[in-house]
């Protein structure tokens, strides 16, 4: 699986947009990207993934540049409870999905 | 999306001693895995559970530390054999390919917190 780069931390007026990169320069024409997070004291939640095109859903919009080689996620209306660890994963789909977690973004969102 | 339950939720143990953790999903999944997170360290992931065989364990881990069960396609359980403080960490249950999930999505249990004396 491709390596990804995502920044350590984060921070985020409450209401405003988060837009968290990922770069994932190595990633191979098969591999999506994932991407979940972790509130504090619970298990890791899937949040979206996409291949090429942008997506979106309840929870966030990801945009892949077109080189596929870097990510954006966006929480449109962050909130407190958006404060968490932000992992950004590239993985094939196979059968046997395995994630390899990175340092992950350290998202604070603040009043 | 699969709704899981990890039990026991946290424990305290003694060095030497065993620790049986269990992991049971609402709906019947193609594929289980374990997970370990170290304190403020991020997921590393142990060993895939395979349902009727033996299960598929990652570089560093190893059977007889790490046993692993899965009789059926909703539960699964890890054990932690003869603990050391080493070994306290989170361990989490993840399921994938779920009835009416969509696939190649990992769900996660809440789970165990574990500290070792």
């Known amino acids: 699986d491709a390596k990804t780069t995502q920044p350590t931390s984060m921070d985020c007026a409450e209401g405003r947009a988060a837009n968290l990169p990922c770069n994932h320069s190595t990633i191979s024409g098969n591999e999506y990207v994932y991407w979940y997070r972790q509130i504090h004291s619970q298990g890791p939640q899937y949040i979206i993934h996409?291949?090429?095109n942008n997506e979106t859903n309840e929870m966030a919009s990801l945009i892949i540049t077109e080189d596929r080689k870097s990510s954006t996620l966006i929480l449109p209306h962050a909130t407190l409870r958006d404060t968490a660890v932000y992992y950004c994963?590239?993985?094939?789909?196979?059968?046997?999905?395995?994630?390899?977690f990175g340092t992950g973004t350290r998202l604070q969102v603040t009043l | 999306s699969a709704v899981i339950s990890q039990k026991p939720s946290r424990d305290i143990c003694q060095r030497g001693t065993s620790l049986t953790i269990q992991c049971q999903v609402d709906?019947?999944?193609?594929?289980m895995f374990w997970y370990r997170q170290q304190p403020g360290q991020s997921l590393t992931l142990i060993a895939t559970?395979?349902?009727?065989?033996?299960?598929?364990?990652e570089s560093g881990f190893v059977i007889d530390k790490f046993p692993i069960s899965r009789p059926n396609l909703t539960f699964s359980t890890l054990t932690v054999s003869n603990m050391s403080p080493e070994d306290s960490s989170i361990y989490l249950c993840?399921?994938?390919?779920?009835?009416?999930?969509?696939?190649?999505?990992?769900?996660f249990g809440a789970g165990t917190r574990l500290s070792v004396l």
């Open positions: 996409g291949l090429k």
């Open positions: 993840s399921v994938e390919g779920g009835l009416g999930s969509p696939g190649n999505i990992q769900y």
């Open positions: 709906s019947q999944v193609t594929m």
């Open positions: 994963i590239v993985t094939s789909t196979g059968t046997a999905s395995k994630l390899t």
């Open positions: 559970a395979n349902q009727g065989s033996e299960a598929t364990y």
